[in-house]
């Protein structure tokens, strides 16, 4: 959880939840107040996923996320939360696509969300 005054900023990062026993992978849990510059790896990054910012493992069971860090969420990359619910409360600036995958179904849902 990421809340009030705490701040991340990072370039060429990819958050991953997943887990090795397939249990405790956790959740997006970023609040008001905080400060969030993300920005995912480029093309040939030595770590990370290229392009993609958040990565939740596809087993991860379904779960909560919450973005609620309104002007000062900024994260430059693609969010993939395959099955996930997710709760943007206040502005968020994504330069890709949001996407979730129902995996039951097989299916692909993309939310475009652009800067007012």
């Known amino acids: 959880m990421v809340s009030h005054s705490n701040t991340v900023s990072e ?9 090795r ?4 992978y956790g959740a997006i849990d970023i609040r008001a107040g905080s400060t969030i510059e993300v ?5 040939g990054a030595a770590v990370g996923i290229p392009g993609i910012a958040i ?3 596809g087993h991860a069971p379904a779960a909560s996320d919450t973005f609620d860090g309104g002007r000062t ?3 430059n990359g693609a969010i993939y939360l395959p099955g996930r ?6 502005r968020l600036t994504l330069r890709h696509p949001l996407q979730s995958a129902d995996r039951r179904r097989g299916h692909v849902h ?5 800067p007012a």
């Open 11 to 19: 370039t060429d990062l990819t958050l991953i939840l997943t887990s």
């Open 21 to 24: 026993t397939r249990s405790d």
């Open 39 to 43: 920005t995912a790896p480029a093309l």
């Open 55 to 57: 990565w939740v493992d």
């Open 73 to 75: 969420q900024n994260i």
């Open 85 to 90: 619910q997710v709760k943007i409360c206040r």
């Open 110 to 114: 993309r939310k475009f969300l652009f």
